[in-house]
């Protein structure tokens, strides 16, 4: 393959130069971020490189009674494929979400481009009537284990004759896929009040905004009486933010700063239906943060305990953030900013691992409103592939 190297301001502007080289189907094999310009280190500017060179003869993918062959995915397309979402999600904080969009579509495909020239290196059991609808996962980031499952379902349930029927593929994956999504349903009063609901989790997940849209479904919706606390005296205005919605709502918001003074305040909240807890966003990697927080937690035993997590998350923070995480008693999974997500394979991985019920899922930044409770069919839809456009033409 001829490679040639590209350097723009962005990612975006990269690939306009790769595609306008080598057209539409150019096949990146490298990225990285390089310092340009510039005296004596002063003016230095941030630049994106990348490599690429023109698509190549692509190999027939592999029967599944053909011989074993390499380890399941290729290191050069890992790394690359890490590369690409690592410099897309840098380029978040410059561009709009819907050129986020945009651009992660592009490189999705560019990187399926790139695996489907290593299909020589996959494993074989995988058919190639199937293996556009694996790539399809992996780039929708279902981890490795679970596309290889989600396929066998297809080769089990589905005769061979009807794999390139995309609608009949796609509704088959969705029921299997909704059918292992495990949920609680919204949270009811149930047993002696007040009952009381803790959020936790790492940092940036969303927390406080998620709290107050509890608060108001509890109150403004449902007409129960709500009390609110915070222990978040961490974060530069968390607790103005908290005060400012609670004013809102028309709540009582009481701000602690030790496990005793949770145990009054709750004792002070004891005529309430529900008592919410806000937490510090702690960091999996912070040992001493998170004793505290179980210290807290310890202090009143939550009636129920959601860990809170943003569907931004890539796969390898997710798994650090419950390894840490599950030193606590969860009870629930709450997913935030499914708005903002790019793809949605994580709500398996999280759930699987977790084995634990999602409660609810937010959709944006309006207090009451983006908040609802978790639908197995509605999220099994946004996991599996979107038709291609032969296919949603075609009469199914």
Not at 26 to 54: D, M, N, Q, W, Y
Not at 367 to 391: S, Y
Request: one cysteine or more; a positive charge; hydrophobic letters at 40%.
């Amino acid at each position: 393959m001829i490679l040639k190297t590209f350097r723009a301001p962005s990612m975006r502007d990269a690939l306009v130069l790769v595609k306008r080289e080598f057209g539409p189907h150019a096949v990146v094999v490298g990225t990285r971020s390089v310092k340009a310009g510039g005296f004596l280190g002063i003016g230095r500017r941030t630049l994106v490189e990348v490599t690429a060179g023109p698509q190549q003869e692509r190999p027939q993918p592999r029967r599944a009674d053909a011989s074993p062959a390499r380890p399941a995915m290729d290191a050069r397309v890992r790394q690359t494929y890490g590369q690409l979402v690592a410099e897309a999600r840098e380029e978040a904080v410059r561009v709009s979400a819907q050129d986020l969009r945009n651009e992660m579509t592009g490189l999705k495909d560019m990187v399926q481009r790139l695996i489907q020239e290593t299909r020589s290196t996959r494993e074989p059991d995988v058919p190639g009537e199937l293996f556009d609808l694996y790539v399809g996962l992996l780039g929708n980031e279902v981890a490795e284990d679970m596309a290889k499952e989600l396929v066998k379902t297809i080769r089990e349930e589905l005769p061979e004759s009807q794999w390139r029927n995309e609608h009949r593929v796609r509704e088959t994956l969705v029921r299997y896929i909704a059918s292992r999504i495990d949920v609680a349903g919204p949270t009811v009063l149930e047993g002696p009040s007040p009952r009381i609901i803790a959020l936790i989790g790492p940092t940036g997940v969303g927390k406080t905004t998620t709290l107050a849209k509890l608060a108001a479904q509890f109150k403004l919706r449902e007409g129960h009486s709500v009390g609110l606390i915070t222990i978040d005296t961490y974060r530069i205005g968390a607790v103005d933010q908290l005060r400012t919605y609670a004013e809102i709502i028309d709540v009582p918001l009481k701000v602690v700063l030790t496990p005793k003074e949770l145990q009054r305040a709750v004792a002070e909240y004891k005529d309430m239906d529900f008592i919410l807890l806000d937490t510090a966003g702690r960091s999996q990697r912070d040992v001493l943060k998170m004793n505290e927080l179980r210290q807290f937690l310890d202090a009143v035993r939550p009636d129920e305990t959601h860990l809170v997590l943003s569907s931004t998350c890539g796969q390898k923070n997710v798994e650090s953030v419950l390894e840490r995480f599950n030193q606590f008693k969860i009870d629930r999974v709450l997913l935030t900013k499914m708005d903002e997500a790019v793809s949605f394979g994580i709500v398996l991985t999280v759930l699987q691992k977790t084995r634990q019920k999602l409660s609810y899922v937010t959709v944006g930044q309006d207090v009451p409103n983006d908040i609802e409770a978790g639908q197995p069919r509605k999220l099994a839809e946004l996991i599996v592939p979107p038709l291609t456009r032969n296919a949603e033409r075609a009469v199914p």
